[in-house]
């Protein structure tokens, strides 16, 4: 089965990552299966996708007549058992392996014999995950960035039994979403969060240390390094606690203390302060 052959595609887990996987995959022609346990997420992650195409059709992205043809292929269900139709299952649960782990199991025991299934960690070994499944063969990392309608980065991650055919399949599939797939080999954190996490930790020791307030640091990133966002405000956007998961994972795989989460990272956590989703972090929305 080539790239071009997958048609229906399920999405498990209906929170941001996902939410914008649907929104892609439909705005290509897709047929979308969200799955979510829970009904009100399912109805918060419609709205988010209407309003997110709505966006999209003022900036002459799409034609006006184009949103309610993709809102027509995302069919949302709280039932596992709608996945039976799918060739390729997309996990985008929250980062934690025991909860990916059970996901995981559930849509393989459901899955037709010849789907693909993927996960969209962030940071997670995919051996390890792909173990938790009949098909390590058939399983590889997807992780795309967020905002995942706008952003173009999608690293495809190969596992350690991941086959060529997958691997060649999902890289081009990506292309179809018109998205750029980048090769990564399984790491903790693969490329993104390996070299991004430090850099959030390390700005938020700064802040910690007296050495500057948050918005110079990210003046300074901005303005230097010339990064669209600093690497605070980014803290905030991705989410404080995914951040510290992150760490966490990066610090036990690579059996390191230089990836130690910084206190305040943890502190913060701690309080409720996540960032954009609690409306506190390192700064106030």
């Not at 039932?79 to 139709?85: P, R």
């Not at 430090?198 to 700005?203: G, R, T, Y």
Request: proline share 5%; net charge neutral.
């Amino acid at each position: 089965m080539a790239a071009h052959d997958i048609k229906t595609v399920a999405v498990l887990g209906a929170g941001a990552m996902g939410s914008g996987i649907a929104h892609v995959f439909a705005r290509s022609g897709y047929t979308i299966v969200l799955r979510d346990v829970d009904p009100a997420a399912l109805d918060r992650s419609l709205s988010t996708i209407s309003a997110n195409l709505d966006r999209e059709v003022k900036k002459e992205k799409i034609a006006a007549g184009e949103k309610p043809l993709i809102l027509a292929r995302i069919k949302p269900a709280t039932e596992i058992a709608a996945l039976a139709a799918a060739d390729l299952a997309i996990e985008a649960v929250p980062e934690r392996f025991e909860l990916k782990a059970r996901v995981l199991k559930e849509a393989d025991a459901i899955l037709p014999a010849h789907a693909i299934l993927a996960s969209n960690t962030s940071s997670i070994s995919i051996t390890q995950l792909g173990d938790q499944t009949r098909r390590p063969d058939r399983f590889v990392g997807m992780h795309f960035m967020n905002p995942v309608p706008v952003m173009v980065l999608v690293e495809v991650i190969r596992g350690k039994k991941t086959s060529e055919e997958t691997f060649s399949r999902t890289m081009a599939l990506c292309e179809t979403l018109g998205k750029s797939p980048v090769a990564v080999n399984d790491a903790p954190g693969f490329v993104s969060n390996r070299v991004l996490m430090p850099m959030i930790n390390e700005a938020a020791f700064a802040v910690m240390e007296g050495v500057a307030t948050p918005q110079a640091i990210d003046a300074v990133m901005k303005l230097g390094m010339n990064h669209p966002m600093g690497p605070l405000e980014l803290a905030d956007f991705i989410g404080l606690d995914v951040c510290v998961d992150i760490m966490g994972v990066l610090e036990t795989g690579l059996g390191d203390a230089k990836y130690r989460a910084c206190p305040l990272l943890k502190q913060y956590v701690k309080e409720g302060k996540l960032g954009r989703k609690s409306g506190r972090g390192f700064y106030s929305y």
